[in-house]
């Protein structure tokens, strides 16, 4: 149980262009998602922390505007990169808080989007 | 002070050994520890989580918790290669946070056949 998918698993896109991450809780429903990002040989840098239904906490930092997050229900939040650039590359996890049972107060994570912006 | 401290290592240890990996943590108000093996290129997975004092074991793994000096360790019995990885602390404000996480920066571990 307390699997979490992510897609896409790897993508590369144009400097410029759009990107949508989706998360999805497969067994359990999600009180709360988080997203991260990492760098090669870093460590986890937590972005934003959102709930279902509500507007997205994001880390000191992130800018809002760029990370669009939305958490449309209890097993699925997606992060959209606007307008990407090459710096925005990275690994973006996502994980998610169940509220029930196993995944009640446990964090699980998605395998990871490994975004290139060219 | 960073709200949970691991060192970075990395951690040498010969295949067959045990491996101790420990972190210590800021907040008494701590509820729930966990730790997370990461491979490198991969996400976090979870190995244990432990939310009172004293060892729990699960196969090779045995997680300690001692909140009164604020730390939480992993041991890891005979140890294999394919162990060879960063391993995260994390800790959860529980009741009045449940929603706040804290990890560790991670420590590597290298087991060497």
């Known amino acids: 149980g307390a699997v979490v998918s992510q897609h896409p698993s790897r993508v590369i896109c144009k400097s410029g262009t759009s990107v949508k991450i989706e998360c999805r809780s497969l067994?359990?429903?999600?009180?709360?998602m988080f997203w991260y990002r990492q760098f090669p040989k870093q460590s986890l840098m937590l972005m934003a922390t959102?709930?279902?239904?509500?507007?997205?906490?994001?880390e000191q930092g992130v800018e809002k505007d760029k990370f669009l997050i939305n958490h449309a229900s209890l097993t699925l939040s997606t992060l959209t990169v606007t307008s990407a650039h090459p710096e925005d590359s990275s690994f973006y996890i996502c994980?998610?808080?169940?509220?029930?049972?196993?995944?009640?107060?446990?964090?699980?994570f998605g395998p990871g989007t490994r975004l290139t912006v060219l | 002070q960073k709200e949970v401290e691991q060192n970075s290592g990395p951690l040498s240890v010969p295949e067959g050994a045990i491996a101790s990996l420990n972190c210590t943590y800021s907040?008494?108000?701590?509820?729930?520890f966990f730790w997370y093996r990461q491979y490198s290129g991969k996400s976090p997975e979870l190995i244990m989580s432990?939310?009172?004092?004293g060892d729990k074991e699960d196969g090779r793994f045995t997680a300690q918790l001692n909140k009164a000096s604020q730390y939480v360790s992993l041991l890891i019995r005979d140890s294999q290669p394919s162990d060879s990885a960063t391993y995260l602390c994390?800790?959860?404000?529980?009741?009045?946070?449940?929603?706040?996480?804290?990890f560790g920066s991670g420590t590597k571990l290298n087991v060497k056949p």
């Open positions: 994980s998610a808080v169940g509220f029930s049972g196993g995944a009640r107060d446990t964090q699980y």
């Open positions: 067994d359990f429903q999600a009180t709360t």
């Open positions: 959102s709930n279902e239904g509500s507007k997205a906490t994001y």
């Open positions: 907040d008494r108000g701590s509820q729930s």
């Open positions: 432990i939310y009172s004092n």
């Open positions: 994390a800790v959860n404000m529980g009741l009045y946070n449940f929603n706040k996480f804290y």
